[in-house]
């Protein structure tokens, strides 16, 4: 299939640290220099958490008073049904895929169902139609051209 790398639309999620702060496990930083710094920093840093999807960045998910509030499936679903579905009204979906990785929201049986109403066939994630591939690694083009700027 000519293109397929453009018809595919992913899914990911991240969390800003407002504090400077970063998850050392998911960001390297590499110099020539060991600096020995040490940082105090709050065992549990005010973050700001961000999900892109459709090349969107959308801060969706918070409560009634401006919170942040944690992804579970049924928020996930809202989102689906509420933001992610009516955008792609102004298009051809009979032509895209929807890849997603393996988070416990995105793989609910609801939230799987409720994407194949929309894709049919064409979601690649675990438990879909085109499962991802177990021990996989949670990579998409988010990883290298959004989150790390």
């Known amino acids: 299939m000519v293109d397929f790398h453009k018809r595919i639309l992913f ?15 998911n960001c390297g930083i590499w ?3 060991n600096p020995q710094v040490y940082v105090e920093t709050p065992l549990h840093p005010e973050k700001q958490p961000f999900g892109a999807l ?11 008073e401006s919170q942040n509030v944690t992804v579970n ?16 009204n102004n298009h051809d979906v009979q032509e895209l895929w929807l ?7 995105h793989t609910a049986r609801a939230t799987i169902d409720l994407l194949k109403d929309t894709f049919g066939d064409r979601v690649i994630s675990r438990f879909g139609p085109v499962n991802w591939p ?3 690694c949670d990579l998409t083009p988010l ?3 959004l989150w790390d700027m």
């Open 11 to 25: 899914s990911d999620e991240a969390h800003f640290w407002l504090n400077g702060y970063f998850n050392k496990q």
């Open 31 to 33: 110099s020539e220099a």
């Open 54 to 64: 459709y090349g969107l960045v959308e801060s969706f998910f918070k409560n009634d």
């Open 73 to 88: 499936n049924d928020r996930y679903r809202a989102m689906i049904t509420n933001f992610f579905i009516p955008e792609l």
């Open 99 to 105: 890849q997603q990785d393996d988070a416990t929201c």
């Open 134 to 136: 177990p021990r996989s």
């Open 143 to 145: 990883d290298y051209f």
